[in-house]
């Protein structure tokens, strides 16, 4: 009998192990299977498992005792990320192309130097590979069917030929390494590239995670939220980032400003519609506007689905998008500099000097917190998302160098040592709690700078701007006219 793969995945919370290299009795299930080369019986294993740190996996095997026709994937078996991801490194050594990937089905990898862009379609599959590998396979790819144009079309093999020597050049590299760019995009958020550099910065890998346009959604095989009455205003502030204001402009604000902001009614709950991200069933999207003293006014938006138990808390800042950015450095060596409530917003970066942490924007997402909670979701979150160096398979060194890292945290969050944490925000809608106010906090402080232009190109600042002015511009002639 065989089985769909959909089938496969719902069995699996019931049949799935922990990755555990003592574990003897983890056996792969083996399913007799048709050879699709010489179309003889084989045989398919299938092995369910948890990767620490990361998430559930199945490695699907095949090989056929007639022609030895071999091959192997993998499937993601967890639940879709909330939102998609998109890796983008800079190879800048020989050493880089041994970074391990994780590349779902629905990934598409792109090397711009190369003018190499490879969709995902229906035909790919997710692997456990390297930077090395995912390019290698491609050549095996216009290998195999370099033999067909070389009969039939002589002048796309010559085109294919003079690629694969660009890219065979580009990874057998002597000398003087040529750098190039390594993208891979994935809209289920299921992908994953290896930092060599964690738990320190790693200045080459750049990683962004982004909300899921509808077409995305559509080839996920997720359900379309259904929002009525979506307007110009609202496709505009879709190239905002998560942060931008959204109680000013865009569907919210069509549908439930008026009653949030209305003087009679200020502790008013919103309720929209909306479907859980895990189990797609119907749930309900809670938003509450609250005035943070000595802030602005801030959008609190709660989901809790009843059927998973899934839970999600965003915070946004509402209002005008600030003119310059904000650097808000606080000084911890007493306890209720760990109780400090604190704003952090998706844009945000969170920088402690003294044990060398620099979370990249956009790192746990826009949240409401302590100064000791973000310690807490630093830790989190850094054992979840690099499970190859916690793992059974990771290399001593860098192992080792976790463990230094997570005594630090540890050490901050005990006060054995006075720190120093930065919140540095472009859009400036991050915030960390006076405790003298309306007197200047001693241990606080708060720089105002002018953003760079890398910042504005990506928040949209400069297409606002350019908007802005167009609009300005039309208003002034109509004036005229």
Not at 23 to 42: A, D, F, Q, T, V
Not at 451 to 473: T, V, W
Request: net charge negative; aromatic share 8%.
């Amino acid at each position: 009998m065989t089985q769909t793969k959909e089938h496969l995945i719902d069995e699996i919370p019931t049949t799935v192990k922990d990755l555990d290299a003592d574990e003897l009795e983890h056996r792969p299930e083996i399913i007799e299977s048709l050879c699709m080369n010489c179309h003889e019986k084989g045989e398919t294993r299938l092995l369910l498992v948890r990767i620490p740190f990361f998430r559930e996996i199945v490695l699907s095997s095949f090989k056929c005792p007639h022609c030895n026709f071999r091959d192997s994937s993998l499937i993601n078996a967890s639940t879709i990320a909330p939102n998609g991801c998109e890796f983008t490194l800079r190879v800048a050594e020989n050493a880089e192309l041994n970074r391990r990937v994780v590349k779902s089905e629905f990934t598409s990898v792109s090397v711009p130097e190369l003018g190499l862009d490879i969709p995902a379609n229906e035909h790919s599959k997710g692997e456990l590979t390297t930077v090395e590998g995912v390019i290698m396979r491609v050549g095996e790819g216009i290998r195999q069917d370099l033999p067909y144009y070389l009969v039939n079309d002589p002048d796309t093999a010559a085109k294919f030929s003079q690629f694969l020597s660009r890219l065979d050049a580009l990874i057998h590299q002597e000398g003087e390494f040529e750098p190039f760019t390594f993208i891979i995009k994935d809209p289920s958020g299921n992908s994953f590239v290896e930092s060599t550099y964690a738990p320190h910065p790693d200045p080459y890998l750049f990683v962004e995670h982004h909300a899921r346009t509808e077409e995305e959604t559509i080839k996920l095989g997720l359900p379309v939220a259904e929002v009525a009455e979506v307007d110009a205003k609202h496709k505009h502030a879709q190239r905002y980032t998560d942060t931008d204001t959204i109680i000013s402009e865009g569907f919210i604000a069509e549908r439930f400003a008026q009653r949030l902001e209305m003087e009679e009614c200020p502790e008013e709950v919103a309720i929209i519609p909306f479907p859980c991200p895990m189990c797609q069933t119907d749930g309900e999207n809670r938003l509450k506007l609250v005035d943070i003293p000595y802030f602005k006014e801030t959008l609190i938006i709660s989901f809790k689905c009843e059927t998973c138990g899934f839970k999600n808390v965003e915070v946004k800042a509402g209002g005008s998008i600030d003119s310059h950015g904000t650097r808000t450095t606080v000084v911890v060596n007493h306890h209720d500099d760990l109780n400090r409530d604190l704003l952090k917003s998706d844009s945000a970066q969170v920088v402690i000097p003294e044990i060398g942490l620099e979370l990249a924007p956009g790192t746990l997402g826009g949240l409401f917190t302590t100064v000791e909670g973000i310690l807490l979701k630093v830790k989190e979150e850094l054992r979840r998302t690099h499970g190859f160096v916690l793992g059974d398979s990771a290399i001593t060194t860098q192992k080792k160098e976790f463990d230094v890292f997570f005594n630090e945290i540890d050490e901050c969050m005990k006060l054995e040592r006075s720190w120093t944490l930065e919140l540095v925000d472009p859009l400036s809608n991050s915030f960390i709690q006076s405790l003298t106010p309306p007197i200047a906090d001693p241990k606080l402080v708060i720089e105002r700078y002018e953003r760079s232009d890398e910042e504005n190109e990506r928040y949209g600042i400069d297409a606002l701007m350019e908007l802005d002015a167009r609009e300005k511009a039309e208003a002034e002639a109509n004036k005229q006219q």
